[in-house]
């Protein structure tokens, strides 16, 4: 039994794991799968640069694009003045012969019949490009399409805040307004306010 206790006591001492020691060196440093700043320093400039690199194509493809879609905008609507205008020349001619009319040698009824037949013609054409005239009666009054210009009283009280009278029409493209319709606005006041022009 001695021998035996002998015999353990005897065995050598366990080293200790070498995976479990401080990376207290390059190679221990390696070894955890850390890069030394040698390595590192480096590779992290190459990165950068190539970053850097792409960011200044980036930007100078911007750069070309917003000049590219600024000169596309400005040349679509030069085309869209000048298909307006292309639509509009043969009224302002037939315009232009009327205003040279010599008045003593022509009657009036074929100067009005001439100036009427030039304004549908340019209203037959700007309804072709989508122009529309705010001009009804009779309808609601709304702000965004109508500018009040004066108030009379209503008739009736199914007539308060609706459009008695289109002073000076409006126009309209699409959606979006050109010009408000200049308005007069009916008002009820009640039996007393009839006829006053107040509400």
């Known amino acids: 039994m001695t021998d035996k206790k002998h015999q353990r006591d005897a065995r050598p001492t366990e080293q200790p794991d070498a995976s479990t020691a401080p990376p207290d060196s390059e190679s221990g440093a390696a070894a955890a799968g850390v890069e030394p700043a040698a390595v590192t320093a480096p590779r992290l400039e190459d990165q950068l640069a190539e970053l ?6 980036l930007a100078a493809e911007y750069d070309n694009f917003r000049k590219r879609s600024s000169r596309e905008r400005t040349e679509l609507w030069t085309k869209a003045q000048a298909d307006l205008l292309a639509r509009l020349v043969d009224a302002l001619d037939d315009l232009a012969r009327f205003a040279h009319v010599d008045p003593a040698a022509t009657d009036a009824k074929t100067i009005h019949d001439g100036v009427d037949l030039v304004e549908r013609k340019l209203r037959k054409e700007l309804e072709a ?11 609601a009054f709304d702000p965004n399409l109508h500018e009040a210009v004066t108030t009379a009283a209503a008739s009736d009280p199914s007539q308060d805040h609706t459009v008695g009278a289109v002073l000076q029409a409006g126009y309209k493209l699409g959606d979006m307004l050109i010009r408000p319709a200049r308005v007069q606005v009916l008002t009820w006041g009640g039996e007393e306010g009839r006829g006053t022009g107040e509400g």
Do not use: I, K
């Open 52 to 57: 850097n690199d792409r960011y200044l194509r």
């Open 129 to 139: 490009a989508g122009v529309r005239r705010v001009d009804e009666v009779g309808v």
